[in-house]
């Protein structure tokens, strides 16, 4: 069974940094070993959940427009993590962010993914 937990978020002022860490464990099948893609998404009040950052299988990062430059993804392979440090933050990044998982994608497109985490809240202040 595949599991997606999310640790990091709070609140802090415009101008500040955050760092979100995912760990995915486990597969959907015993004894069978996955590649997933991975990614980080986000959900403000009244909006649809959004792209951040992903990761695909390849190693190919792809970063939101409103983001490049201030976000960064970077992958720990060993222990499954990948974790989204966050500089410049600004008010409109305020959502509830989720990291999503999947063995049968190259690119974690949001709309399919399986697994996902539960959520943690980032809050940005001006």
């Known amino acids: 069974q595949v599991q997606v937990a999310e640790a990091g978020g709070g609140s802090v002022q415009a101008g500040g940094s955050l760092r979100l860490s995912c760990v995915r464990t486990?597969?959907?099948?015993?004894?069978?070993?996955?590649?997933?893609?991975m990614g980080w998404f986000r959900e403000a009040v009244g909006a649809e959940r959004e792209e951040v950052a992903t990761l695909d299988t390849d190693g190919t990062i792809k970063y939101a427009d409103s983001v490049k430059g201030r976000f960064t993804l970077s992958q720990d392979t060993a222990k499954n993590t990948l974790d989204l440090q966050m500089n410049n933050l600004k008010p409109e990044d305020t959502a509830v962010y989720y990291c999503g998982a999947d063995h049968r994608f190259l690119h974690c497109d949001g709309r399919y993914l399986n697994f996902w985490g539960q959520g943690t809240l980032v809050n940005v202040s001006s």
């Open positions: 486990g597969h959907p099948f015993p004894n069978i070993e996955y590649t997933y893609c």
